[in-house]
Nanobody, 120 residues
Framework: QVHLVESGGGLVQPGGSLRLSCAAS????????MSWYRQAPGAERELVAR????????EYSDSVKGRFTISRDNAEKTVYLQMNSLKPEDTAVFSC?????????????WGQGTQVTVSS
């Protein structure tokens, strides 16, 4: 059974930093593309950052580029999101996603999410 467990969320002041973690189990982690998404109240879920299986390729939304860094530790089966210079508009539930496809088979898993609130 696959589990993705996020941690590291919380309340932080504008300009502060947080580091989110997503620990995976029950899957061949090194094969999976890992992503962080967020969903603010009343808004659609949006992709924040993505890292491919070998860790050499990353993608970021324009809204977080230069402030957030995604990384992964395949040995620890964990993906991280370092968030710096946080803004109130970063307030959202952050969820991690694991995705792997081969041929017609698609494997896609989600964590339960962790709340990030940026407020003074």
């Amino acid at each position: 059974q696959v589990h993705l467990v996020e941690s590291g969320g919380g309340l932080v002041q504008p300009g502060g930093s947080l580091r989110l973690s997503c620990a995976a189990s029950g899957l061949s982690f090194s094969l999976y593309r890992m992503s962080w998404y967020r969903q603010a109240p009343g808004a659609e879920r949006e992709l924040v950052a993505r890292i491919y299986s070998d860790g050499s390729t990353t993608e970021y939304s324009d809204s977080v580029k230069g402030r957030f860094t995604i990384s992964r530790d395949n040995a620890e089966k964990t993906v991280y999101l370092q968030m710096n210079s946080l803004k109130p508009e970063d307030t959202a539930v952050f969820s991690c996603n694991a995705h792997y496809s081969v041929g017609q088979w698609v494997y896609d898993y989600w964590g339960q999410g962790t709340q990030v609130t940026v407020s003074s």
